[in-house]
C-alpha cells in the first residue's frame, strides 16, 4: 500500500512576516521503498516529516495538504490530524536520539510504553520480552542489562538503535528517519543505515529518509525527491535520478559530493570542493519564475517570469523535473 502526501503547504508567522516554508510538495512512498529526501538545508526536508506528524511549532500553520496512510485520508490542515497514528501507524527516528529519549526513565520503561500503547491489553511480563527481544534484533549487546540503563549510559549508536528498536515494536506503516546519522561516525552511520533496512524489512514499512548525504541516498534509497526553497525540483528514481539528473539544481548537488577516490592535488591548498554559488531565496517573498533561477548556470530568459511545472525527463512519466529546458516545442 503506497503512503502519498499531497499538495503540502506550510506557513510560519515570524515578526518580519510569514515565511512560505513549503509549497504544493507532493510525495509518494510505495509499501517497503525507502524515499531519499534532499536538499540543502532551509529547503523544508525536516518541515515535511513534522507535518506528517503533526509535530509542528504553534507558529507553523499547514494552509493545504492531505496524507494518505494505511489506506485512511488524512486533511493535514487540521491540528493534530494525524495524532492517532503516532507511536502506531508512523513512527520517527530524529537526528539526536538523546532528544528522543526521555533522560529519567531507563530503556526498558521507554520500551514497554510503546508497547502498552500500542498492545493494551497486554501483560508487563510479556511487554518486557518483547522489548528484550527488539532490542537483539537491532543488534545491541546484553539487551537485559540495557533494559536498566538510562539513556546518557549508552553512546549516540546505542541510543539510535534504542530508537530503531522503538520503531520496529510500533510497527508502522510509515517510518520517517530525519537525518539518522548525522551525529554518528562513519562506521556506526553504515550499522545504523543497516538496521533500519532490516527493520523495514521485517515489517515491510515504507521510509522516508531526509538527509543532507546523496551518498545515503544512491547507496540506500529506492527513489529520490529534491526539494529546493520548499518546492519539490525533481523526483524518480535513484538509478534514473543519478544517471541524468533533470534538474540542474540536482546536477549541482551530485557534483558538490567529493568521491573517495577523487584524484588530490599534491598541494592541499590547490585542492577546490564544488560549491553552487548564491544563497536561497527569502521564503517570505517568493522571487517570479523558476524558484532557482538566480544561481542557475543554464537560466534564459524565460526562467524569470514563468514558474515551471512538472516535466518529464527523457519520456520517463516516473522520472520528473521542474525546469522549463524539459518543455517540449
Do not use: W
Not at 502519498?4 to 508567522?13: F, I, P
Not at 492531505?66 to 485520508?73: D, P, S
Not at 530503531?164 to 508502522?172: F, K, N, V, W, Y
Not at 585542492?271 to 537560466?299: H, K, M, Q, Y
Amino acid at each position: 500500500m503506497a503512503i502519498s502526501l499531497r499538495n503540502l503547504s506550510v506557513d510560519y508567522s515570524l515578526q518580519q512576516g510569514t515565511a512560505h516554508a513549503l509549497r504544493g510538495v507532493s510525495l509518494e512512498i510505495q509499501e517497503g521503498e525507502m524515499l531519499g529526501l534532499v536538499g540543502e538545508s532551509g529547503s523544508g526536508k525536516s518541515t515535511v516529516a513534522l507535518a506528517l506528524m503533526g509535530l509542528l511549532a504553534n507558529n507553523a500553520q499547514v494552509t493545504s495538504g492531505t496524507a494518505t496512510i494505511e489506506g485512511k485520508n488524512f486533511d493535514l490542515t487540521k491540528r493534530n490530524a494525524t495524532a492517532a497514528l503516532r507511536g502506531r501507524g508512523m513512527a520517527m527516528i530524529f537526528q539526536d536520539p538523546m532528544l528522543s529519549l526521555n533522560p529519567v526513565f531507563t530503556i526498558g520503561a521507554q520500551l514497554c510504553e510503546v508497547l502498552r500503547r500500542r498492545a493494551p491489553g497486554s501483560d508487563r511480563k510479556t511487554r518486557v520480552e518483547m522489548a528484550q527481544d527488539a532490542l537483539a534484533k537491532v543488534k545491541l549487546s546484553n539487551p537485559a542489562r540495557r533494559m536498566n540503563q538510562y539513556p546518557h549510559e549508552l553512546s549516540g549508536g546505542m541510543r539510535q538503535r534504542v530508537v530503531i528498536a522503538m520503531a520496529l515494536l510500533s510497527e508502522p506503516a510509515l517510518l520517517i528517519a530525519d537525518e539518522p546519522t548525522t551525529a554518528l561516525d562513519v562506521t556506526v552511520e553504515a550499522q545504523i543505515m543497516r538496521e533500519i533496512i532490516g527493520l523495514r524489512d521485517r515489517i515491510g514499512c515504507a521510509v522516508l529518509l531526509i538527509t543532507h548525504s546523496l551518498g545515503l541516498v544512491t547507496e540506500y534509497c529506492d527513489a529520490i525527491s529534491v526539494l529546493y526553497a520548499g518546492e519539490k525540483l525533481e523526483s524518480g528514481t535513484v538509478e534514473e535520478v543519478q544517471r541524468q539528473p533533470g534538474h540542474p539544481y540536482t546536477r549541482m548537488l551530485f557534483d558538490c559530493e567529493v568521491p573517495i577516490d577523487r584524484q588530490r592535488h599534491a598541494d592541499a591548498s590547490e585542492n577546490r570542493f564544488t560549491v553552487i554559488a548564491g544563497e536561497l531565496p527569502d521564503p517570505r517573498l517568493r522571487p517570479p519564475g523558476c524558484i532557482f533561477n538566480s544561481r542557475c548556470d543554464v537560466s534564459f530568459e524565460d526562467c524569470t517570469t514563468i514558474n515551471p511545472s512538472d516535466y518529464p525527463v527523457r519520456n520517463d512519466a516516473g522520472h520528473s523535473a521542474r525546469c522549463l529546458r524539459l518543455r517540449t516545442p
